[in-house]
Nanobody, 123 residues
Framework: QMQLVESGGGLVQAGGSLRLSCSVS????????VAWFRQAPGIEREFVAT????????YYADSVKGRFTVSRDNAKSTVYLQMNSMKPEDTADYYC????????????????WGQGTQVTVSS
């Protein structure tokens, strides 16, 4: 059973940066597309970014484009989300998800999910 563990969340001031990590326990991690989603209290989960199996293709939500960067290190079975120029509206629980197929922005297409890491951006 694949397991995903997010880390790197915390409190940051507006304009600051955080880097989230998603560590995956699976021997064939390099075959999976991975995505980041987030959910703020009282708001539906929303897509943030996704990266394909070899890191050659990335896709971002308009709300984070130009500020966030998704990357992966298959040797370490880890996907990263570098978040820069953060805004209070980025405050949410962030989740990584994986699927054994191409990238997708649709959460229901991902069968494997982590437990999430909390990010708070103060104004």
């Amino acid at each position: 059973q694949m397991q995903l563990v997010e880390s790197g969340g915390g409190l940051v001031q507006a304009g600051g940066s955080l880097r989230l990590s998603c560590s995956v326990s699976d021997r064939i991690f390099s075959s999976y597309a991975v995505a980041w989603f987030r959910q703020a209290p009282g708001i539906e989960r929303e897509f943030v970014a996704t990266i394909n199996w070899n890191g050659g293709t990335t896709y971002y939500a308009d709300s984070v484009k130009g500020r966030f960067t998704v990357s992966r290190d298959n040797a370490k079975s880890t996907v990263y989300l570098q978040m820069n120029s953060m805004k209070p509206e980025d405050t949410a629980d962030y989740y990584c998800a994986a699927r054994l197929a191409g990238s997708s922005s649709k959460g229901y297409e991902y069968p494997y999910w982590g437990q999430g890491t909390q990010v708070t951006v103060s104004s």
